[in-house]
T-cell receptor
Framework: DVKVTQSSRYLVKRTGEKVFLECVQDMDHENMFWYRQDPGLGLRLIYF???????EKGDIPEGYSVSREKKERFSLILESASTNQTSMYLC???????????????FGPGTRLTVL | AQSVTQLDSHVSVSEGTPVLLRCNYSSSYSPSLFWYVQHPNKGLQLLLKYTSAATLVKGINGFEAEFKKSETSFHLTKPSAHMSDAAEYFCVVSLVFDMRFGAGTRLTVKP
């Protein structure tokens, strides 16, 4: 089975702190994604990566950055955490899709981040 | 641009009765469509996927969905609800490098 793991299930940080969220997948997937999930808004894409050292902005990249130095690992960085970044963060991975399609994404369990 | 609308934020059914979770989409081309389920404190799990083959798609745990192009709908159904079906369900439309999630429908199953 594909496994996507995230470094923490729960995290509490203070405003202004630098926060690292780590995600590791074990299926040699090319694509990796970071989403945030908020009630009533579904999942919104922050960043995705289609290869090592490659990244693309999603819908809400402001206040976030990412790093992908190895194929299996994709990190989300909050440079200076703010209270409006309190949310559930989900990581996912997938194989490359065909033209005009995505393959299914496999999700980690999520990290619930609280910024005080 | 493409988008997806889940028509109900919350659906409540009794155990053993049918489930219907509604999803409409908007897309310029024929997209791929997915349904994911999220149980409490868990990540999302794929229920089923439509990719322009059969319009009636069968998924895991007895769920199925029908793609209706004329209605731009992809509703999720199950003939008989089980207590373990209580979860949040997300309809997803995907095209090229664009994957859009609906806001989710919370399914409650009453004994």
């Amino acid at each position: 089975d594909v496994k996507v793991t995230q470094s923490s299930r729960y995290l509490v940080k203070r405003t202004g702190e630098k926060v690292f969220l780590e995600c590791v997948q074990d299926m040699d997937h090319e694509n990796m994604f970071w989403y945030r999930q908020d009630p009533g808004l579904g999942l919104r894409l922050i960043y995705f990566s289609y290869d090592v050292k490659m990244k693309e902005k999603g819908d809400i990249p402001e206040g976030y950055s990412v790093s992908r130095e190895k194929k299996e690992r994709f990190s989300l960085i909050l440079e200076s955490a703010s209270t409006n970044q309190t949310s559930m963060y989900l990581c996912a991975s997938s194989l490359p899709g065909g033209f005009r399609t995505y393959n299914e994404q496999f999700f980690g369990p999520g990290t619930r981040l609280t910024v005080l | 641009a493409q988008s997806v609308t889940q028509l109900d934020s919350h659906v409540s059914v009794s155990e053993g009765t049918p489930v219907l979770l509604r999803c409409n989409y908007s897309s310029s081309y024929s997209p791929s469509l997915f349904w994911y389920v999220q149980h409490p404190n868990k990540g999302l799990q794929l229920l089923l996927k439509y990719t322009s083959a059969a319009t009636l798609v069968k998924g895991i745990n007895g769920f199925e969905a029908e793609f209706k192009k004329s209605e731009t709908s992809f509703h999720l159904t199950k003939p008989s609800a089980h207590m373990s079906d209580a979860a949040e369900y997300f309809c997803v439309v995907s095209l090229v490098f664009d994957m859009r999630f609906g806001a989710g429908t919370r399914l409650t199953v009453k004994p």
